[in-house]
């Protein structure tokens, strides 16, 4: 009976100490969670990002660079065409590195834009390495058709890592073309190019057409290519 009583009063007070432990740390986590809540209101911004599963958007930090890019140095570029001119599309024959590919970028020339087509300079902006250029592969052509090729002559500055296409004779307003440049695959990574045209008769970058973006693959990252 006494062994009883003893453990009844030992279990008793272990439950009173328990209860006294938890009551203390209910209450230490009841303070943290408002000075957390407190600061959160304050201050909203704080903790955004911390509790992310994806992390940065690649996707939209690309577009925000594109961007960026799209709308800088717009004093450097003059005002050439009525209505500017448009990149369609960037497609690529081959993503490997390494491989033999051709770059077709499709450029749209309004009827408003007034003024017809004579250059196109491709300057990469973007890229740990530079492709070089074929000017014997490189074409053009108009409307999606290859039946209807387009007389070219083009230039590759290593120097400045630019490409120059230039019309004979010049394209009028109101059509589509596409320029297809030939180039071995350089390293996998991501490359970013200026697009800039110019109208007969004028110097200088030209006026801006938009941003290409090619991104090349490793041979063992077939799983990533679309």
Not at 19 to 47: A, E, N, V, W
Not at 194 to 223: C, E, F, K, V
């Amino acid at each position: 009976m006494t062994y009883f009583l003893r453990s009844h009063h030992q279990l008793r007070g272990n439950s009173l100490l328990l209860s006294q432990c938890m009551g203390k740390s209910l209450r230490k986590f009841g303070r943290l969670l408002t000075i957390t809540l407190l600061i959160t209101l304050l201050f909203p911004g704080l903790f955004s990002g911390l509790f992310s599963d994806s992390g940065p958007d690649l996707g939209n930090a690309l577009a925000q660079e594109s961007t960026r890019l799209s709308t800088s140095s717009l004093s450097d570029r003059p005002t050439l065409f009525s209505r500017p001119l448009r990149l369609i599309s960037l497609r690529v024959s081959t993503r490997w590195q390494y491989r033999r590919a051709d770059y077709l970028f499709t450029i749209d020339i309004p009827t408003e834009a007034a003024q017809p087509l004579q250059q196109v300079t491709f300057s990469q902006i973007e890229g740990a390495d530079y492709p070089r250029y074929s000017p014997q592969r490189t074409y053009a052509y108009e409307n999606s058709d290859r039946n209807q090729p387009l007389n070219i002559t083009t230039t590759d500055s290593l120097a400045e890592r630019t490409v120059t296409v230039e019309f004979d004779p010049p394209v009028e307003p109101g059509r589509l073309v596409t320029i297809a440049l030939s180039s071995r695959n350089p390293s996998d990574g991501t490359y970013l190019y200026d697009i800039a045209g110019s109208p007969p008769r004028t110097i200088g970058l030209g006026q801006r057409i938009g941003i290409g973006r090619l991104q090349i693959y490793q041979n063992s990252d077939r799983r990533f290519v679309w």
